[in-house]
Every structure is written in C-alpha cells, then in structure tokens.
C-alpha cells in the first residue's frame, strides 16, 4: 500500500509543475504577441522572442574573409518582417551598394550603412545556412547577442516573424 502511495503522490509533482508552469507562461497572453523564431531544419524552435510592433534586431555576421561584423537590421512594421538596413565596414569581397536600394551613407569609420532599404522579406520569413564558429551568425536584441552558429553550426534554420491572427 505504501508503494501505490507514492507512486501516486510523484504523478502529483509533474502534475502540479505542468499546471504552475501554464499559469505562469499565461499561454493566452503569448498567443497574442509577435514572435521572432528561428528554427532548425525540422522546425524544432531554437530562438523565441517576443518582437511587438515597431521594435527591430539585426543579424550579424564576420565577414568569411575579412573577419569584421556585418549587419543586417529588421524591424516588425505593421505584421511584417523589414529589412531596414545594412552596415557594411568596408567594400570587401560581396559587400556592395545597389544603386536604387536605400542609400548609402558613412559611418565616419571608414564603412558604411545602407539606410532605407525598406524591403518586406516575403512570408515574414528567411532560410540561413548558419555558418561555423570563424563567420558566428548571432541575432542581436536590444544589445545582447544570440549565436546561431553555437546552436546550429553549418546548419540550416529559418529565421522568421510570427504575428498573432487578427
């Protein structure tokens, strides 16, 4: 008899942490928000973060040759994903203005951004092949910085925008 006790009680604990754990995640009030994922290739979550109207992030990278960061900034602009700009430290190798996308100004270091590019992505979403540890792809929110590379090194993800259905 004691044994059915306890085995019993001890489906009480998972129990009773699932339930706490709902309540404090309030699923409801998550369900509502916009969401920036980025996803493996089988579509296992491996970044989520809330990502309301208006605010933005970027993608950084090292440049595979040079080794300097390269940036690509985003913002949720009405449900959509907006690649907004691109700083770019030098004219290296595929690192290039297209005329007639944004505009080109200094970063008074010798680089660049491209301001006002103003492009939706299609789908609100993007494929990346991750690069290794040496390119360290990272997201970077509100000053802190997420590597892609340590959670899927040369792997492919998705990295997109979820907004909440309207």
């Known amino acids: 008899m004691r044994t059915s006790r306890l085995i019993a009680g001890r ?9 706490a754990g709902l309540a404090a995640g309030n699923p409801a009030v998550a369900a509502d928000q916009a969401r920036l994922e980025v996803l493996d290739a089988g579509g296992e979550r491996l970044v ?4 309301p109207e208006g605010e933005g992030w970027c993608l950084e990278w090292n440049h595979s040759v040079e080794g300097f960061p390269v940036l690509d900034c985003y913002r949720h602009r009405q449900g959509r994903m907006v690649l907004e700009r691109s700083h770019l430290p030098d004219f290296a190798a595929g690192l ?13 270091e010798g680089g660049y951004w491209i301001e006002a590019i103003d492009e939706a992505v299609p789908g609100n979403a993007y494929r990346l092949r991750v690069g290794a540890m040496r390119v360290n792809h990272r997201l970077v929110v509100d000053g ?3 590597s892609l590379s340590r959670l899927a090194e040369n792997q492919p993800v ?3 925008l979820t907004t909440p259905p309207e």
């Open 158 to 160: 998705t990295v997109r």
């Open 11 to 19: 489906a009480w604990l998972p129990a009773l942490l699932l339930c």
């Open 144 to 146: 802190e910085r997420i």
């Open 48 to 51: 989520s973060l809330s990502m």
């Open 96 to 108: 290039d203005h297209i005329p007639g996308r944004g505009r080109q100004v200094s970063d008074g």
